[in-house]
């Protein structure tokens, strides 16, 4: 099995101007991409050749641990975003943020300190609990919560490669426009799933 660089579910300006068309070019086009390839490279030839990329991720370490990952964390944060997002959370989404944080804002103001408090490289993701309570984490580098008992329901990366062409090192705002884009339509649909 050889992995391709999924499509993007908007054009690479879609996202402007919250997120510009070369951040995408070089984000997708370059980081994902490389991404891909380097996974098809260390996968060829062995015994993970023909395994899913879940698969990939919950059994290797190293070299195709990280770009299996990579490869599923930028793909999820691609459908974590869209042209037509931003605002509040809806439907059953918006009612368990609510029973968790007690509102919106209280919720969007937890994610965005934990986002830019990230230390290094990683993501900041909203997950389904074991439980069914949700909860924000962060992982670092390549790490992510579908080797946990976490269900992501989205997630926001907080690589440099994800803001630096658009806001330089100042993450807080980056994360500020995120929220002008953020899928709340896919966040439902993973708590539904």
């Not at 994902?32 to 098809?40: A, D, F, G, I, P």
């Not at 976490?150 to 980056?174: F, G, M, Q, S």
Request: one cysteine or more.
């Amino acid at each position: 099995m050889s992995f391709v660089l999924p499509e993007l579910p908007y054009p690479k300006d879609g996202l402007a101007p919250h997120i510009s068309e070369e951040t995408l070019d070089f984000h997708y086009g370059a980081h994902h991409k490389t991404y891909v390839t380097n996974l098809n490279n260390l996968v060829k030839g062995t015994e993970n050749e023909h395994k899913t990329i879940e698969e990939i991720i919950k059994t290797t370490t190293g070299p195709v641990f990280n770009n299996a990952a990579q490869c599923w964390n930028h793909t999820f944060y691609w459908h974590s975003l869209s042209p037509n997002g931003g605002g509040d959370a809806d439907g059953a989404l918006r009612d368990a943020i609510i029973k968790n944080w007690g509102s919106f804002e209280s919720f969007k103001a937890e994610f965005s300190k934990a986002a830019t408090g990230q230390f290094g490289s990683g993501w900041a993701w909203l997950v389904l609990k074991k439980d069914g309570t949700l909860a924000i984490t962060t992982t670092s580098n390549a790490a992510t919560p579908i080797t946990t008992d976490d269900k992501p329901l989205l997630t926001c990366d907080v690589w440099e490669h994800a803001y630096y062409i658009d806001y330089r090192n100042a993450r807080a705002k980056y994360i500020d426009a995120f929220w002008e884009v953020v899928n709340w339509k896919f966040a439902n649909e993973n708590l539904a799933k």
